[in-house]
Nanobody
Framework: VQLQASGGGLVQSGGSLRLSCAVSGLAMDSVAIAWFRQAPGKERDFVAAIKPRAYNTNYADSVKGRFTISRDNAKNMVYLQMNSLKPEDTAVYYC?????????????????WGQGTQVTVSS
């Protein structure tokens, strides 16, 4: 099983980035996928999650209306479109998968993790 996150970078406040998570070794129609983030000196926080067939999504209050999670099961990919970025969005972003069809906002519920991609938003 491997999750590979990419797409991070440096962007100005108000800008946009699209993160990608390539998933291998898992049946995409059976796993919920989430994005978490961890800022320096802080705990890892839930950002967004999506069910296997993309009918249901969930977002942290801090990103609602700005971030959109999506997935393409045929391509084994999950995406996080991030708009109207703020300096407080600066963090390492991780994608994670769990062998359940229901998502969770707890990082302890996820079985597989990607390596993280750095997002830095300058003011």
């Amino acid at each position: 099983v491997q999750l590979q996150a990419s797409g991070g970078g440096l962007v100005q406040s108000g800008g946009s980035l699209r993160l990608s998570c390539a998933v291998s070794g898992l049946a995409m129609d059976s796993v919920a996928i989430a994005w978490f983030r961890q800022a320096p000196g802080k705990e890892r926080d839930f950002v967004a999650a999506i069910k296997p067939r993309a009918y249901n999504t969930n977002y942290a209050d801090s990103v609602k209306g700005r971030f959109t999670i999506s997935r393409d099961n045929a391509k084994n990919m999950v995406y996080l479109q991030m708009n109207s970025l703020k300096p407080e969005d600066t963090a390492v972003y991780y994608c994670a998968a769990r062998g359940q069809t229901y998502f969770s906002t707890s990082d302890a519920a996820y079985d597989y993790w990607g390596q993280g991609t750095q997002v830095t938003v300058s003011s």
